[in-house]
């Protein structure tokens, strides 16, 4: 259930946490990760505000999509095991945490409540199993497609029915993926397993078949409200 993962969903508390990112977070994130900040700069010259979303919202889309610089790694590094500095302060990423999140949440009110979804992988995965309930734990990258993006692997894949995860397609650094993102916070019930030794024509070695089982956000508001 990556239960160290930084799966704020900022229910009740979005204002806060919107004031603490632009008037701290994303300005001191910026001057500590140059990276991050090469990301930043690049992306405010091609996203744009639009469906809803604030410009900063969509820079966040763009930094996190573009390969060039690649910061999406380092970041859900971050978020997949960052529970406790996300807590005492010490996380590297809450303005771009924050603004995703929202990203989502926003884009997702105007689109349809269910999308089925496809993520691919080079790894393995151990213990899942049929009627387990499982979280990716970080920012998941899905597609509408999966021939879109056969470079992501064809070792552990998923087709997955996603309640909470938005199409960003629009605001994509590579629009060709029809990228889904998925937020950290959803769950997920695995409901079948198949192997490709007994599907010759599966897209992939094994794929997992998930439906989405509401959300889990144990870090729910920790930093707006602690601060405010």
């Not at 632009?22 to 990301?39: M, T, V």
């Amino acid at each position: 259930m990556a239960l160290d993962s930084v799966d704020d969903a900022y229910n009740g508390c979005r204002e806060n946490m919107s004031e603490l990112v632009k008037s701290r977070y994303l300005n001191q994130e910026r001057k500590a990760n140059i990276h991050f900040n090469d990301g930043w700069k690049l992306a405010e010259k091609r996203a744009k505000a639009d469906e809803g979303l604030e410009k900063e919202q969509a820079v966040a889309l763009w930094v996190y999509t573009s390969s060039h610089p690649n910061v999406y790694a380092d970041f859900n590094r971050a978020v997949g095991h960052g529970k406790r500095s996300y807590k005492n302060g010490t996380f590297q990423y809450y303005s771009l945490h924050f603004l995703l999140t929202t990203a989502i949440q926003i884009l997702k009110e105007k689109q349809k409540s269910h999308m089925r979804t496809y993520r691919r992988t080079k790894g393995t995965y151990d213990n899942i199993k049929v009627g387990k309930t499982i979280r990716f734990g970080r920012f998941a990258s899905a597609s509408l497609d999966y021939n879109e993006t056969i470079s992501f692997g064809d070792k552990t894949c998923f087709e997955i029915d996603t309640h909470f995860g938005a199409d960003i397609t629009k605001f994509s650094g590579n629009e060709a993926e029809q990228e889904v993102l998925i937020p950290p916070y959803e769950k997920f019930k695995v409901t079948s397993i198949h192997k490709k030794e007994d599907e010759p024509n599966l897209w992939c070695d094994l794929v997992y078949k998930v439906e989405s089982d509401n959300t889990q956000s144990k870090l729910n508001c920790a930093v707006a409200n602690k601060v405010h």
